[in-house]
DNA sequence: TATGAATGAGAGTTCATTCAT
DNA sequence: AATGAATGAACTCTCATTCAT
């Protein structure tokens, strides 16, 4: 499945053929077909696990016993922590055509999340943590953002630990109009 | 050229074949091969022929013409008439992967594009006019942002113009902490 | 037809296509069609048109008025002046496969030339001008030879006027142990 | 191979389609490609194979150490055996036509096996034993004269072997005016 | 359980033929 | 009568899938 995910990220699941996936994981074509019935469910799999991961990453424990501010500031290193350590399923999962191998279902846990993330931003402007606007679309834009930094990483092929990830974070609460209700600087004004 | 576009961008250019192009062009699958030597040949001219205009539509002479703080703003709105007009082509030119049928001076153009959008940001950081940083970063950011909102418009199936975009563009000129030198709010501070 | 025969020398029937035959014969491809119903008709034309010129130029009326022995001689220069004349004719002639486009009909000409000339052998063996043996492998081998000629005139590159054209006669009438029983040197035997 | 051969002989390399080749060697066409990248290469194993097989019967050992005048008839006896064994390949190299899918290396072999005879030829002529002429075309001539006799043959659908191939070799021997030099006729005159 | 040669449906491409101009 | 763009059947080639080893 590595293999698979990294030769979906590079080069699209239709092109991408099943004996490469087999080379590059080191195993023969058949051996392939002894865990997954065809190259449709191999992809959902593939998607249905970055997909999965990414979504434990992002959402955890603490992000959902923590308060909206404290939420969305964890969110965030989490979903930065998860693109540094998987670079490729990020970026698999970014693709912006998935349809022809995933059936409907595959997309419940990535709904999901963003239904979770969604809720924690209304909340976060109901307590005017947050600039108003359709929560659903602050969303898309703020991690439209982050996205927009790992496609200039791997286009530049520099890794993202090196870029500047506070200033990007910096950026995108700006872009979110994010601010602490209860730190000195807010309670202030 | 636009039955290729369509399909490239809802199914990608591996995951569409020759004869449905034709079909949807409405011409047999002989006849495409009257004005393209192969399928290659017709994603490279597809890709190109949108990146082209898209690069014209977004800098044009108004935008070289103008100082850096109007350049900026003719840039944005240019960047969204051209993805409410053009859906596809926006949408075609943001997949992440197109390797497989470019041959390297297929991207000549979007490289300019962005060397010529970088150099603004350059300008305008140097007036004081937008957020420190490494302009390219803060580019795939802005742009980044705005291709979340277009993403989210294709999925929800709601067409791009029924977006506040007046609001989308304030956020994310808050990304870039753009502020006017010039006007009165700003001289004033 | 003249554009035709080159190419099918060159490339064979099945290899040559009709845009290729109307490029070189300075027309549009629908102007064949107008001459010929189809690229079968056509072959068989080239070839029919080829071979009755063959039959001709080989067995004329002065052949057909002259002795065996003088017979023989007129169409030994006959064949060899027709190959000097129309080298591609000859050679196209010659290939080993034309049953892909020619109905039987189309061999009528070359069967009708090769019985005369059979008739003229044999009439040559029984007045012992010519060694004894089935007149027809005896031709085979007598216009062989000759073929082998043209074959390294082409292979070459060397005309066929440019061979000891005598010493090849020669050769071949000594392969069918040809005398002239009217010549002082076989009446004193 | 065998079913190639067989078929390109009978068809001509463009006239044959690899589905009938697949199917008259009982196997299925993508066979065919795991040993082949590609007809033309199909094409050029056949030919390369064919003629390889040809030269090392024509010349073997025994040729090699022989003196030029039993030299030259083991090789006629080489090619006619080889010719009666081997009636589809005989022919097939005997085509006007290869050039089609053979890059200039395919020849190598074909004109090795020239050179060799050229040279025993023209060692036979240095003794006396072989008409004075150029060697090549000498050559030219007997083979020439040999292959008018397989046409013949497979013409009239008689096998070659059941032809006299005795007299056919005296004919030729005739051609190239061959003599002993050590037999009680020669050393009498 | 792992292998990879074999399979054949289907994809990309060619080209004989047609027909509006 | 001549043209050549358009057509689609047929060809070359690929690759998801199977199965004997």
């Known amino acids: ?44 799999a593939v998607f249905t696990e970055a997909k999965a991961a990414f979504a434990e990453a992002v959402v955890d424990d603490a992000v959902r016993g923590a308060d909206p501010v404290t939420a969305l500031c964890l969110v965030w290193r989490h979903q930065v922590a998860f693109a540094v350590a998987h670079p490729q399923a990020f970026s698999f999962l970014e693709h912006q055509v998935h349809g022809a191998y995933l059936r409907p279902h595959a997309f419940e846990v990535g709904d999901r999340l963003n239904a979770e993330l969604v809720g924690i931003l209304r909340e976060a402007q109901s307590i005017g943590a947050v600039r108003a606007g359709d929560p659903e679309v602050l969303l898309s834009m703020a991690f439209g953002a982050f996205v927009g930094v790992t496609k200039h990483s791997r286009a530049s092929g520099v890794p993202l630990s090196a870029y500047d990830l506070d200033g990007i974070e910096r950026a995108v609460m700006s872009l979110i109009d994010f601010k602490d209700p209860n730190s000195p600087e807010a309670t202030a004004s």
């Open 1 to 44: 499945m590595d293999a698979a995910l990294a030769l979906f990220d590079e080069r699209t699941w239709d092109g991408t053929n099943v004996p490469e996936i087999a080379a590059r994981a080191g195993v023969a074509v058949g051996s392939i077909y002894r865990y997954f019935p065809n190259k449709l469910a191999l992809g959902e």
